[in-house]
């Protein structure tokens, strides 16, 4: 054996835990220092030593094949966790719409992108659950699994991988929808009384009334949601890991 096949290899056994450290939010993600990400993926990539077989070295096209196909299964576990955080997101968006407060988005470190402060808080509070209920540990399992019914080799890829991608867009949706329901509903009757008022007496201002009132009954609302979010957030983590797992599968 040469010492290129020695680096095949490891480029092998690295590649499937590499994606899913790249992919996962709360396991590295795009903004965790370089260094970190890598060593997480060589630790990930030695616990699973005991499961994984890694085949010899095929020629460099069927290698190319190999690896994108590890590629691919690791991003598509990650995407189970990322539905998670994305439904977190969507709630607090919703809810910071209805509040007023999307002029105020931030660079949110998690994603990149720009998140209102009631999305940052959603979406930290889907990721200290995780933690809490040990889904890291479950993650680290569905890696090991993914050998034990994937092997590294090449494969296709199963027209099913639409339907689970529907599934968890779905899972966003409605996580999200959960999330950001009492908020609205709450919102959606001082629109109402505000109606009302100013109809009442014509020569209000309705934004000038209704701005600060919409606020402090937001973040009422908020105060009272937000103990719920752990539990909310748990009962779809098993639904995730499962159309995860299924979305591995579809690169049989």
């Given at each position: ?111 990149g992108v720009r998140n209102n402060i009631i999305a ?133």
């Open positions: 054996m040469t010492e290129l096949d020695v680096l095949e290899r490891i480029g092998l056994l690295l590649a499937r835990p590499g994606a899913l450290i790249m992919a996962a939010p709360v396991m590295g993600g795009q903004f965790a220092p370089a260094p970190v990400r890598i060593g997480l993926a060589v630790i990930l990539s030695f616990t699973m030593l005991g499961v994984v077989q890694v085949p010899a070295p095929p020629p460099l096209p069927a290698l190319t094949l190999i690896l994108l196909r590890e590629v691919a299964i690791g991003t598509a576990i990650a995407m189970a966790l990322r539905a998670l955080i994305a439904a977190a997101e969507f709630g607090g968006h919703l809810s910071g719409a209805q509040m007023m407060l999307s002029y105020g988005s931030t660079i949110d470190p998690q994603g940052s808080i959603y979406s930290n509070l889907a990721i200290f659950t995780f933690f809490m209920i040990d889904g890291h540990h479950a993650l680290m399992r569905a890696l090991a699994e993914s050998y034990v019914s994937m092997p590294i080799g090449t494969g296709g890829v199963d027209g099913s991988i639409v339907e689970v991608v529907m599934r968890l867009l779905g899972v966003v949706f409605v996580l999200g929808f959960r999330l950001a329901a009492p908020l609205i509903v709450v919102l959606l009757i001082v629109e109402v009384a505000a109606g009302l008022l100013t109809r009442a007496t014509p020569g209000l201002d309705l934004m000038a009334l209704t701005t600060p009132v919409r606020v402090v009954v937001g973040l009422l609302a908020v105060s009272a949601v937000v103990p719920l979010v752990p539990g909310l957030v748990q009962r779809f983590v098993s639904v995730a890991m499962e159309l995860g797992m299924a979305a591995a599968a579809a690169f049989r």
